[in-house]
Antibody, heavy 127, light 109 residues
Framework: QVQLRESGPGLVKPSETLSLMCTVS????????WSWLRQPPGKGLEWIGY???????KYKSSLESRVTMSVDTSTNQISLRLRSVTAADTAVYYC?????????????????????WGQGALVTVSS | QSGLTQPPSASGTPGQRVIISCSGS????????VFWYQQLPGTAPKLLIY???QRPSGVPDRFSASKSGTSASLAISGLRSEDEAHYYC??????????FGGGTKVTVL
């Protein structure tokens, strides 16, 4: 059964870059849509963006100017970089696997899901 | 795009049926599939319902869901103590982003 695990610094200074890695084990990255999501402490869920195994991405528009996602199929890892962070970016960050449609199309962006999720990584933005 | 509207809380006694609503708009719920996620305390969310009313394997049939127009609902029948969790609805919005409900905390009295 595929497992996802997020890793990275738990504390980032304001204006710096948040960097997280999602390691996928017991399964392949290829053929799936992958997402990063986050959840501020005590609050609801927010989607950050998609990445396909080919490297094709779709980011939430309000975060697009600060976000970069990448995928490395040789190491089965997906990365997230969020630049110029502020306290508002403090959250538990999750990676999640989406559907196995094997091709990227706009239609599949809507007919997709997040399953399974990693256990999450708390990132605090503070000086 | 705006988020989806869910009641902040719902409750019931063991064995009862609880229904959680999720209200959206013609740019999201009205045109796309609705998904539901369960988040047990201190854990990551888990997919509960996909494509409006489909249960992934392993999800008990006590959980059911439906969609009509710009609203959707999740029903938990035969409520059990282990159902205490937050429940979130989610749908793709035509502004090209996923939108979530604020979450409903279900308490088993």
């Amino acid at each position: 059964q595929v497992q996802l695990r997020e890793s990275g610094p738990g504390l980032v200074k304001p204006s710096e870059t948040l960097s997280l890695m999602c390691t996928v084990s017991d399964g392949s990255i290829s053929g799936y849509y992958w997402s990063w999501l986050r959840q501020p402490p005590g609050k609801g869920l927010e989607w950050i963006g998609y990445i396909f195994h080919t490297g094709t991405t779709k980011y939430k528009s309000s975060l697009e100017s600060r976000v970069t996602m990448s995928v490395d199929t040789s190491t089965n890892q997906i990365s997230l970089r969020l630049r110029s962070v502020t306290a508002a970016d403090t959250a538990v960050y999750y990676c999640a696997r989406g559907a196995d449609y094997t091709v990227w199309t706009d239609y599949y962006l809507a007919d997709n899901w997040f399953d399974p999720w990693g256990q999450g990584a708390l990132v605090t933005v503070s000086s | 795009q705006s988020g989806l509207t869910q009641p902040p809380s719902a409750s019931g006694t063991p064995g009862q049926r609880v229904i959680i609503s999720c209200s959206g708009s013609t740019s999201n719920v009205g045109i796309n599939y609705v998904f539901w996620y369960q988040q047990l305390p201190g854990t990551a969310p888990k997919l509960l319902i996909y494509r409006n009313d489909q249960r992934p394997s392993g999800v008990p049939d006590r959980f059911s869901a439906s969609k009509s127009g710009t609203s959707a609902s999740l029903a938990i029948s035969g409520l059990r103590s282990e159902d205490e969790a937050h429940y979130y609805c989610a749908v793709w919005d035509d502004s090209l982003t996923w939108v979530f409900g604020g979450g409903t905390k279900v308490t088993v009295l």
